[in-house]
Each structure stands twice: as structure tokens, then as C-alpha cells.
């Protein structure tokens, strides 16, 4: 095993398997490599082997030489780094595809460019030079040309016979012209010796923006925070997050138009909206339950390693768990029940938050990255779910994590420390404001009150078990929603 190629595969963002990096589960790394561009970039296909799961695929671009302050790595006895940082990765490999529109990885696999519109568009821009992109458009990767275009390379992938989401939805996104998102060109996947592919990037219109809704929120009450903490107020002032409520004001119109272009799919049954039964009734209701075990046996198995002020809060949703929890579902599912119109199942975005929002230079709002959450299979991805699921998952984003996220920032100290203090006054000052935002968010959509309970509830736990396994720091938030969520004092 190299050691070496290891370590630089940790350290890169997109990995999603470093934790079994540091366990020692990966058994191998197979690279399968299509050089180009007179041999000097290479395409490379790698494969992890992982001790007790799936085969992890990713995608590892490499050019010959160095780069300052990027981590050295040696390649096939040459020193390399990471291509897409070279501004003649695009046009390489753009070049290479476009003679034949596909080329050979290596004789299990094909590299294929396929067009969704007229692929002139794309020969014009084969030579164009290209840039990784920062926050000037959230989830892509690269710009080409005088941002012409945006180029989003795809790092970890998956075959299947499947079509990937991000695919399938941003296509048929184009066919209905949904207005929030960006105009899609085409994508690129690999084509295996078995018939499989795998999404590999898709070629879309640059979005000149601001940065993503989480960014400029976050910054935005953090300033507000700090100045008026520094001026020992007592308040915020209205006038001074008016203009944050203008922005979550045109984010509920822009996802109602977005959940109705969802809703709009009619040439594939497995886009379809469909009413929800009794039997999908019984078969969400036998899948929440089973996650409600999950999720109270891994808060007993953690809660000693907790932090005091976290398992306080824990330990009081366990004492009231069962009664309060069995309570709102059974309330919730009953009013469903009696109703004649039970409510839709339809396609969702699947990751939807303040993250996926970005705000155009023109102070329009746009959505991207409709991949889905990328820790569940395709087929899990691709389900139908309730049409408040989207709903729920951006409340989520306002209510919860927008909160947390600012005031633990704004409390922390140089040497890492919080200051409770301010944490509490942190809270005191936004709570209000965060209130009023997620009002006006909810007043823009046409809420299924019970379906809108239970995907909350169901995000939560969600949110309860990724954080118990990952960043216990901030459990404190899905708890604390769940107390308010049962309404337990």
C-alpha cells in the first residue's frame, strides 16, 4: 500500500472514506490511468478496497510537476498534483472527447461526453482556459473561459445501471424550463465493460453570484453579533436584518416555484407525483420506528462521553422519549388518516439547504447540486418522498443549524474556548430574529401541517444520529429541536 497516495486522499475535501483510512480498512488503491494532452495529464479512475464494505470509485486527475503549497505527490515515478488546478485541464480533456466524443480509460472503461444541447456550444469553448471556482459557485468546480461556463468534476462516483440523480434531475429540471435553476449543457460519464456508468461531471451556465445563502447569512449575523455586542445593546435593530428577510422572503417564493416544477414531471413514472396510500402510511410509519430504536440505542451507547451541558439536555429527551414520541406520531398520523387526500409523493432535491441557495449579482436566487444526500444510495436517493421533505430539510437550515453554527463562532474564543456568556447572550439576541425568519419562509409554501411534523421529526433523527457519530460538539441542536419539536418542559 502507498502510504503516501493514502495520506494525500485524506487530506483532499471530497474524500468520504477517511475514517476508514484511519482504522486501516482500506486493503488496496487501484489506479486506471488515461493520459492525454501529450502525456503530460492524466485521467485517472481509482478504486478503493475497503475491509467489510463496497468498493469506494473516485475520480484523481493528475498533471506532471509541482505546485507551491500543494501537497507532493509521486505518480508512476513522477511528481504530480492535482490537475484541475492547471488551466489546461478543461480544454485537455474537452480536446480529447470532443474528436470521437468519448475516449478509452482502459479497456474495462470509457470516458463519454454527452450533450444536452447544441454541442457547438461546447466546441467553442474547447480551448477556453479553466480555474477551480471558490465561493463564486458553491458545489462546482471549475470556470472556463471569462466564466462562460461552469464545470462541476464529480470526485467520488458510483456505477450503476441507474441513471444519477444529479443527471436525471437537472435534465428534466431543463425539459419543464424550472426558472431557479442553472441551464444545464451536458455531462460527463464513464461507460464499464458491464454496461454500468458512473457520473463523472456536468457542464452548466456560470452563475456570477454573492456566494451561497449560508455564507452570507452566517457572516451577516455574526457581524450583527459582534457590533452589538461591542455596543452592549439589547436588541437588534430591524433595520439592520431587514435585508435578510427580503432574501429568505424571495428563498420561500423560489422554492414554492421550484417544488412546483418538481411536481411538474409527466413523461417517467418513476418522476411521477403520486397520492400516498395507506400501505406507503404503514411503511413510513414501521421505518420511523425502526429509526427511533436506532437513534435512542446510539444516544444510550454515547451519552457518557457527552459534555455535561449536552448530556443535561439528552438525558431529560430519554426520560420523556416513549411517551412524548409515540404521542406525536400517533397525532399527527390520525389527522392523516381521516383525511380523504393523504397527501403527494414526488421527486425532491434530496439535500436541501442554505448551502444549495446562491445569490446572483442580479439578487436572484438560484439552486444547485441536485445530487441528493450523498451518504444514501441511488435508490434511496432517487425515492419518492412527501412533498414537505424539502420543505422540512430548509427549515432545518434556518431554525437549527444557521443558529448554532453563528453563535458558536461568535462565542469563541482565541485559544479555542466558548465563552458561555456569550453564548447565552448569543442566543437571547437571535432567537427572535431567527424566529422571524423562518416564519417568513413558511408563510411562502402551502404547508401539509402532519407531513411537515414528521419530516422534521424524521430529519432530526438524521441529524440526532450523524451528529452522536461525528460532531457530538454540536448534538446540542437536534436535541434541543426534538424537546421543542414534543413540546416536552
Not at 475516449?103 to 477551480?132: A, E, G, M, V
Not at 418538481?262 to 406507503?280: A, C, G, N, W
Not at 439576541?429 to 431567527?434: D, G, S, V
Request: charged letters at 30%; aromatic letters at 12%.
Amino acid at each position: 500500500m502507498n502510504k503516501k497516495l493514502l495520506e494525500y486522499i485524506y487530506n483532499q475535501r471530497w474524500c468520504n472514506f477517511k475514517d476508514d483510512i484511519k482504522s486501516n480498512k482500506v486493503k488496496n488503491i487501484t489506479l486506471e490511468m488515461a493520459p492525454f494532452n501529450d502525456k503530460k495529464i492524466y485521467f485517472i479512475l481509482a478504486k478503493a478496497e475497503i475491509k467489510g464494505k463496497d468498493d469506494k470509485y473516485f475520480i484523481m486527475p493528475l498533471i506532471k510537476g509541482t505546485l507551491k503549497d500543494e501537497l507532493p505527490l509521486s505518480y508512476k515515478g513522477m511528481k504530480v498534483y492535482d490537475a484541475l488546478k492547471n488551466n489546461k485541464y478543461w480544454s485537455s480533456l474537452m480536446e480529447t472527447i470532443s474528436l470521437s466524443n468519448s475516449f478509452t480509460i482502459s479497456k474495462d472503461y470509457k470516458l463519454i461526453y454527452q450533450s444536452w444541447d447544441n454541442f457547438n456550444f461546447i466546441t467553442n469553448h474547447i480551448n477556453d482556459s479553466s480555474r477551480p471556482l471558490g465561493a463564486e459557485q458553491s458545489n462546482t468546480t471549475l470556470s472556463i473561459g471569462n466564466n462562460d461556463i461552469a464545470f462541476k468534476q464529480q470526485r467520488i462516483i458510483e456505477f450503476s445501471t441507474l441513471t444519477n440523480p444529479e443527471v436525471e434531475m437537472n435534465y428534466n429540471l431543463m425539459k419543464v424550463n424550472c426558472p431557479v435553476v442553472a441551464k444545464t449543457y451536458g455531462h460527463l460519464f464513464l461507460l464499464s465493460s458491464n454496461g454500468e456508468t458512473a457520473f463523472v461531471g456536468i457542464v452548466q451556465e456560470f452563475l456570477s453570484n454573492k456566494g451561497d445563502l449560508w455564507e452570507i447569512f452566517t457572516n451577516k449575523l455574526r457581524d450583527l453579533l459582534t457590533s452589538n455586542y461591542k455596543l452592549n445593546n439589547e436588541k437588534i435593530e430591524y433595520k439592520d436584518y431587514k435585508p435578510l428577510k427580503k432574501i429568505i422572503k424571495d428563498l420561500g417564493k423560489k422554492t414554492s416555484i421550484l417544488l412546483k416544477s418538481l411536481s411538474s414531471f409527466t413523461d417517467d413514472k418513476d418522476l411521477i407525483p403520486e397520492p400516498i396510500t395507506s400501505k406507503y402510511i404503514k411503511e413510513y410509519r414501521d421505518n420511523l420506528t425502526i429509526r427511533l430504536q436506532e437513534t435512542k440505542l446510539a444516544i444510550k451507547k454515547n451519552i457518557d462521553s457527552l459534555p455535561l451541558f449536552i448530556k443535561d439536555k439528552t438525558k431529560e429527551l430519554l426520560n420523556n422519549w416513549d411517551d412524548y414520541i409515540n404521542k406525536f406520531i400517533s397525532s399527527n398520523f390520525i389527522k392523516i388518516e381521516r383525511r380523504k387526500n393523504k397527501g403527494t409523493l414526488m421527486r425532491v432535491h434530496g439535500d436541501f439547504h442554505l448551502g444549495q441557495a446562491i445569490l446572483t449579482n442580479n439578487d436572484e436566487i438560484k439552486f444547485i447540486d441536485f445530487s441528493g444526500e450523498p451518504n444514501l444510495p441511488f435508490i434511496k436517493r432517487k425515492a419518492k418522498n412527501p412533498n414537505m421533505y424539502d420543505i422540512a430539510s430548509m427549515y432545518r437550515s434556518i431554525d437549527g443549524y444557521l443558529k448554532a453554527s453563528v453563535i458558536n463562532k461568535f462565542a469563541r474564543l482565541t485559544n479555542g474556548e466558548i465563552d458561555k456568556d456569550k453564548i447565552i447572550w448569543g442566543y437571547k439576541m437571535l432567537n427572535p430574529i431567527i424566529m422571524e425568519l423562518k416564519n417568513t419562509f413558511l408563510k411562502c409554501q402551502k404547508l401539509d401541517k402532519q407531513w411537515f411534523n414528521l419530516e422534521i421529526l424524521r430529519r432530526n433523527l438524521y441529524e440526532v444520529n450523524y451528529e452522536i457519530s461525528y460532531r457530538p460538539q454540536m448534538l446540542l441542536v437536534p436535541i434541543s429541536n426534538l424537546l421543542n419539536l414534543l413540546d416536552i418542559k
